[in-house]
């Protein structure tokens, strides 16, 4: 072969050789399709409780910074404005009277998640993903509840809210029994006090996320605070202008950021979805050791806006659009086919009632929400509330309220008052946040509208306020009368 032949030839080899390292070079450097997932969850932090929703007193900054590099949705909402039922949507994508979870679950509840019911641990497990939670569980605590028969590799933490302990006792000492710490399906030791537990939750998540970075992960990180009784580390123990509860946020957010400086280590940032949110809105009885709901109205255990809108930052370098802001309405049952999406997991064959919002969370131009209305049950399956669109109808129902009454001080709750609903009142969200002027007798058509919508749940779900069954209702998990462990 000509030698000038033979020159062509060695570029074009050399050209080839060149060219494939660059296509591997970038493909390495591309996040995989299936990205590691951290879900973030407080106990009661209320909507004004973050600093990029309007926090004073105290600073967030690494939670800031997950908005700073990911979106904020301004309008996202929980299934229920209560501990067991919002964790049970949050997990299995379903409304809570759907699974038969209702309320709060105390120490040794007959009943808890189904083992028909499918998590998120289990979800992403059939995708080889290691599982853990390191928190509160609050979905039964019977042994065959927890979450390591549930999906979840690893468990430690509280199997329900930190002031239920046996014969849930009162706080009016100020005063809280020895805390009994899971591990696995069994009690690992009694801690003396709560003011490590915000410490023990966070180190062992960053233990898990460098155990499993050569492999995807789900990591639930379900702090138990800021539920009362507070407690907080010596560490950040009066840092804050904003006295106990304050510091709590701010050991809170010290948590978020050390989870961030995990994944930073290890090279996960552009592979890890990071999801950080609450369950509920501020109980707001507990006064200055409660949070806020900032412009909304009321707070935990109630439909309104307060209590069922909560604080929501999703983070994922390179897929979600830094800095950005959604105001289009969302809900945690949402979560649960959004990551079947993002991890090539099959739903399950049940029926679920949450929907995929990638293309909200991924900052797609002109994205609208794939629900015609979100349904809002409380007190046992009272349907209370139907949010469709900008416009929110409370339905007829007793609620409570301090009233304009003072709240309590320093962990002594004030008592609530009943108020009611006497009749449908219908409020546009994009005009008042903050729920002050019923417009129903201006819209009549919007009130039949969505009237017709909660009918059409009450078919499906049922509503205790009149007495209806629901078709697609399905029975929780039934133990024992005592907790099994």
């Not at 853990?132 to 039964?140: C, P, T």
């Not at 840092?239 to 995990?262: F, M, N, P």
């Not at 307060?306 to 929501?312: D, K």
């Not at 629900?371 to 409380?378: C, S």
């Amino acid at each position: 072969m000509p030698n000038n032949q033979c020159s062509f030839w060695r570029r074009a080899v050399g050209l080839a050789i060149v060219s494939t390292l660059a296509v591997c070079a970038i493909e390495a450097a591309t996040p995989p399709s299936t990205p590691n997932i951290v879900v973030i969850f407080c106990d009661d932090m209320g909507y004004g409780d973050v600093g990029v929703f309007g926090a004073r007193g105290y600073a967030t900054p690494h939670i800031d910074r997950l908005a700073s590099e990911g979106i904020r949705f301004s309008r996202f909402y929980v299934a229920q404005a209560v501990c067991s039922a919002s964790r049970a949507g949050l997990l299995t994508g379903c409304y809570p009277n759907r699974i038969g979870i209702a309320g709060a679950l105390g120490p040794g509840s007959p009943i808890g998640i189904h083992s028909r019911e499918v998590t998120l641990g289990e979800l992403v497990k059939t995708r080889g993903y290691a599982t853990a939670i390191f928190g509160k569980w609050h979905l039964g605590d019977q042994r065959q509840f927890l979450p390591i028969h549930h999906g979840f590799d690893e468990y430690m933490g509280l199997p329900y809210s930190n002031d239920m302990w046996p014969n849930h006792p009162e706080a009016k000492s100020g005063t809280y029994p020895p805390l009994p710490l899971i591990e696995g399906d069994q009690i690992k030791e009694i801690m003396p006090d709560q003011t490590q537990l915000t410490t023990r939750y966070t180190e062992r998540a960053v233990r898990f996320i460098e155990r499993s970075k050569d492999r995807p992960f789900l990591l639930y990180l379900a702090h138990s605070m800021p539920h009362v009784p507070l407690f907080v580390s010596g560490k950040r123990e009066g840092k804050t202008t904003a006295g106990l509860y304050g510091d709590v946020i701010a050991e809170i957010d010290w948590s978020v950021g050390r989870i961030l400086g995990a994944l930073k280590r290890h090279g996960l940032d552009q592979r890890t979805l990071v999801i950080f949110t609450s369950d509920n809105g501020p109980w707001l009885s507990y006064g200055n050791h409660a949070g806020s709901a900032g412009p909304l109205r009321e707070g935990k255990g109630t439909c309104w806006e307060g209590g069922v809108r909560v604080p929501f930052i999703a983070r994922w370098p390179g897929r979600i659009p830094a800095g950005a802001l959604c105001s289009v309405p969302a809900m945690t049952i949402d979560l649960f086919p959004t990551i079947a999406r993002l991890t090539g997991a099959h739903l399950p064959a049940h029926r679920i009632d949450g929907l995929d919002i990638w293309p909200l969370l991924s900052g797609q131009p002109n994205a609208q929400s794939p629900h015609e209305a979100f349904f809002f049950y409380l007190a046992g399956g009272q349907l209370q509330a139907v949010s469709s669109g900008p416009w929110k109808l409370l339905l007829p129902h007793t609620y409570r309220t301090l009233g304009g009454q003072p709240p309590g001080r320093d962990g002594q709750p004030a008592k609530y008052v009943q108020r009611k609903v006497e009749r449908p009142e219908l409020y546009d969200l994009d005009t008042d946040i903050g729920e002050t002027r019923d417009v129903a007798s201006e819209h009549p058509e919007v009130v039949r509208r969505i009237d017709a919508l909660a009918e059409r749940a009450r078919a499906d779900l049922g509503d205790a306020l009149v007495q209806r069954v629901g078709a697609g209702v399905r029975e929780p998990g039934r133990g024992g009368p005592a907790s099994g462990r």
